[in-house]
């Protein structure tokens, strides 16, 4: 099988050679070919392609997608997505429901829904992220859902429409450590994104939020990232490897070992997060399905141990 670099060849700006556990392979097979027909047909965003991630090919010939929501152009300019950044266009309330047909026609027992940042929205795209869910739920009563949301500028009422949705897990990616923020997420705020995952977890709801390595952080900053979440009642973390999309975005520091990634897993876990997904090439719905679960980290890893 081909195998291709996760991104774009950016050295003339990062002398960093990708180490060979960076690789991933060419997205082929029937069941990638039925992912991408239905994702054209709905005219759907999934953050699979607008994101650049690694793991497409993997997912999509598993079956699954991940959903982008509220179009494919974002309010805010963080310095490491590759998702485009500009003035979006009119929300399409007929969005929840084709997300919830493309679903059903997927058969996907577990679904994944993240959303652009919406700054421009007096509810931040809240009522459209309500409806999508219920949507959702409505069509396919049998399958679990996850919703990556924003931070809606910590507005509790647009938080609460979440909550009020029910999705069975809400994951809000703190993205790197405190110290960096400010340059990583340039119109977002460490210790916002910590009170949306507690008001979260305060409204009943399994949490779960993502870290990137690789960006210039120390490892002590790291696990006192992990604490911080584990402290705002966040149940799951995901924990990968930061990957340039371009040459406009943050160069890559570092490339984290697979051994340096095991590390912070079993940091996790002693802290006592309920599941810790760490490596490389983890992203934020690597392996979703298994986070809806709770306590079954816990059990994996102590059963490993």
């Not at 003035?87 to 997927?106: G, K, N, S, T």
């Not at 690597?286 to 141990?305: F, M, P, R, T």
Request: with cysteine; aromatic share 6%; proline share 5%.
């Amino acid at each position: 099988m081909i195998e291709l670099p996760v991104v774009p060849d950016v050295s003339a700006e990062n002398k960093l050679k990708k180490p060979n556990w960076l690789r991933v392979k060419l997205p082929i097979g029937e069941s990638y070919k039925h992912v991408r027909g239905l994702v054209d047909t709905h005219k759907l965003h999934t953050i699979c392609e607008s994101g650049n991630c690694p793991n497409m090919g993997e997912c999509w010939g598993a079956g699954t997608a991940t959903f982008m929501i509220l179009g494919n152009i974002c309010t805010r300019s963080c310095g490491f997505c590759a998702v485009a950044t500009g003035r979006p266009e009119a929300v399409d309330w007929d969005e929840p429901q084709r997300v919830a047909e493309a679903i059903h026609l997927m058969k996907v027992k577990h679904a994944v829904i993240t959303s652009v940042d919406r700054d421009e929205l007096k509810d931040g795209g809240s009522t459209i992220w309500h409806n999508t869910i219920k949507a959702v739920k409505a069509l396919n009563p049998n399958t679990t859902l996850e919703t990556l949301i924003p931070d809606f500028k910590g507005k509790k009422e647009d938080i609460q429409r979440i909550i009020d949705a029910a999705p069975e897990v809400v994951s809000h990616n703190i993205e790197t450590v405190e110290r960096l923020s400010r340059q990583v997420r340039i119109q977002a705020k460490y210790w916002r994104s910590m009170d949306v995952i507690r008001t979260l977890k305060e409204g009943g709801m399994r949490t779960k939020s993502g870290i990137m390595l690789g960006l210039g952080e120390t490892k002590e900053e790291v696990v006192q990232t992990l604490k911080d979440l584990f402290n705002a009642g966040c149940d799951v973390v995901t924990i990968g490897q930061y990957l340039q999309p371009s040459k406009k975005h943050l160069p890559v520091q570092r490339f984290v070992h697979p051994d340096e990634f095991a590390e912070y897993r079993e940091v996790g876990y002693s802290l006592g997060l309920d599941y810790v997904e760490s490596g490389p090439l983890v992203r934020s719905s690597y392996h979703s399905e298994k986070h809806v679960i709770a306590g079954l980290g816990q059990k994996e890893w102590k059963k490993q141990d």
